[in-house]
């Protein structure tokens, strides 16, 4: 195979400037399993009220539940940082494999502590695979796209979210309703990790060495060490940025579909008919905001997209009028995993290869974490309100500290990552 030959299929996406067929290869490999990440990762938030009741799960234990979900982080923060360690493909075969095994099992859960525990590990393995998907990315494209490129990876999972609600809105005729969903979505990744067998690694990572490290005993205590002396300021500041983000923004996007359906009075298939074009909406979007933080920089577009992500949101949950929930929907989710994606994009631009998917998975596990005491709090606040929209609005107050958080950090736009170190 030619790889230096010229890309020929991701003109769908208008890169900004000509990429290989390799970066090719490794962009839909990776791009495939983040397709099917926001499908596996949307289902329990479309079939909410399903899996409730099926499971008897308390109204104000919905939060709580979730929050259960993300302490996975913590593990997959470890599984990630070994990339450092042991290469990048390694650790993409190993998450791939495990998300596949485990949302198989979901479908399978008897009961509610079984359900718990099958997610728990799938997002083991899921958040692994996400924080080491724009690790992949952020080595492999040029400066002049990886604003694109993270914005493609995004538009990706758009498309699995709009796939997940698309097979949502036939939930009542499906054999085993929400079981059904699960099972769906663990048979594609199969494939996808059998496809995955043919990854390479990332060039960045074998010219510094693969597998030199090795994942010795205390290697990753003394890699936080060193990256904690060398860039305190520039990883501070994004974990920063990234905690008081997902503490806002993590139980509005869960709770939104679930919104819809019990106070907007969607039935399963009217929410499928906004999430599918919406989604298509957002992925347009996305892209063209990764391609402007190409030309205009990250500062900037951080700055818009997170602010559009918190007004539209707290108009969404109880102060917008009843007939702009759609379009509050699509501009909410659309600023979300446009900002998202670019705090991401900052945490991986700012320091060495050695240390990148370290911080990747760093950044990853604040933000989960912080959105996961912000899911417990949510039932607590659904107490003292008396329903889960002033409680998600009050939720919102910390994205501010993202905006000013993001003004400290240099701008990577344009600047290989090596003159960003």
């Known amino acids: 195979m030619n790889e230096t030959r010229p890309a020929r299929f991701l003109w769908l996406l208008r890169p900004p400037v000509p990429i290989d067929a390799r970066t090719e290869r490794i962009f839909l490999l990776v791009g495939v399993a983040a397709l099917f990440a926001g499908y596996d990762v949307n ?3 479309l079939a909410t009220p399903q899996i409730q009741h ?34 990048r493909r390694r650790l993409l075969l190993v998450t791939i494999f495990g998300q596949a095994i485990f949302t198989l099992l979901t479908a399978f859960a008897p009961g509610y502590l079984s ?15 996400e924080m080491l998907c724009f690790v992949v990315i952020a080595e492999e494209i040029t400066a002049k796209a990886r604003g694109w490129a993270n914005s493609a990876l995004v538009a990706f999972y758009f498309v699995g979210a709009g796939l997940a609600a698309g097979i949502f809105g036939a939930i009542d005729i499906l054999p085993y309703g929400w079981r059904s969903l699960y099972f769906l979505g663990a048979v594609p ?7 995955r067998s043919r990854l390479p690694e990332t060039k960045r990572f074998e010219q510094q060495g693969e597998g030199e490290t090795g994942l010795k005993r205390g290697a990753i205590i003394a890699l936080l060490k060193d990256l904690a002396r060398q860039y305190p300021g520039r990883v501070a500041i994004v974990l920063t940025a990234a905690a ?5 923004v993590s ?9 819809l359906q019990e106070v907007g009075h969607y039935t399963p298939a009217q929410v499928s008919m906004l999430l599918i074009p919406g989604g298509l909406a957002g992925l347009g979007l996305a892209i063209a905001a990764g391609r402007l933080s190409d030309q205009f920089g990250r500062k900037p577009m951080v700055l818009a997209t997170a602010t559009l992500c918190g007004l539209s949101f707290y108009l969404f949950f109880g102060a917008g009028p009843h007939w702009a929930m759609p379009i509050l929907w699509i501009t909410g989710f659309f600023g979300f995993f446009a900002a998202d994606t670019l705090v991401a994009g900052f945490a991986l631009e700012i320091v060495p290869t050695h240390y990148r998917a370290t911080v990747g998975a760093l950044r990853y596990l604040i933000e989960i974490g912080a959105g996961a005491g912000a899911l417990a709090l949510e039932g607590v606040l659904y107490d003292q309100f008396g329903g889960h929209g002033p409680a998600l609005q009050w939720l919102l107050v910390t994205i501010p500290v993202t905006l000013i958080a993001i003004l400290f950090l240099p701008e990577p736009a344009g600047k290989t990552l090596e003159e960003m170190a």
Do not use: C, H, W
Not at 251 to 259: D, H, I, V
């Open 189 to 195: 990744l199969f494939l996808v990790a059998f496809l």
């Open 54 to 87: 099926a499971l008897g799960i308390p109204e104000n234990q919905i939060g709580l539940t979730l929050a259960y979900f993300r302490a996975a982080a913590l593990i997959a923060l470890v599984i990630a940082a070994s990339a450092d360690l042991v290469g």
């Open 244 to 248: 008081a983000f997902g503490f806002a």
């Open 251 to 259: 139980p509005a996007t869960f709770m939104a579909q679930k919104y």
């Open 115 to 129: 359900f718990v525990g099958a997610q728990f590990l799938t997002r083991v393995f899921g958040y692994a695979e």
């Open 43 to 45: 289902i329990f938030g």
